[in-house]
């Protein structure tokens, strides 16, 4: 069975960090795409990170530099660093895992960034 879960959200004040994490599990990793998105509430979900399974790093072109996405050795982990972060960041954010055609996603881990 396919497991991903996320740890990490809370609750920050703005310009605050935070660091989210994905673990995986019951698949093989070696030659999956993990990435990051979001959903606000209200509004659809949108894509804030990707790291092949090469290890390249993709962001949406209207990233502004305050999020830093990583992958572990064993490919099994995915972190996402947060800075400076923005009430407008305040989501849910979820992994995705992609491998041979399918697709599989986390629960979610809540982010508010408040003051």
């Known amino acids: 069975q396919v497991r991903l879960v996320e740890t990490g959200g809370g609750l920050v004040q703005p310009g605050g960090s935070l660091r989210l994490s994905c673990a995986a599990s019951?698949?093989?990793?070696?030659?999956?795409?993990m990435a990051w998105y979001r959903q606000a509430p209200g509004k659809e979900r949108e894509w804030v990170a990707t790291v092949s399974s090469v290890g390249q790093i993709m962001y949406p072109k209207s990233e502004e530099g305050r999020f830093t996405v990583s992958r572990s050795s064993a490919k099994d982990m995915l972190y996402l660093q947060m800075n400076n972060l923005k009430p407008e960041d305040t989501a849910m954010y979820y992994c995705?895992?992609?491998?041979?055609?399918?697709?599989?996603w986390g629960q979610g881990t809540q982010v508010t960034v408040s003051s």
């Open positions: 019951g698949i093989t990793v070696s030659d999956a795409n």
């Open positions: 995705n895992l992609r491998r041979r055609g399918r697709e599989y």
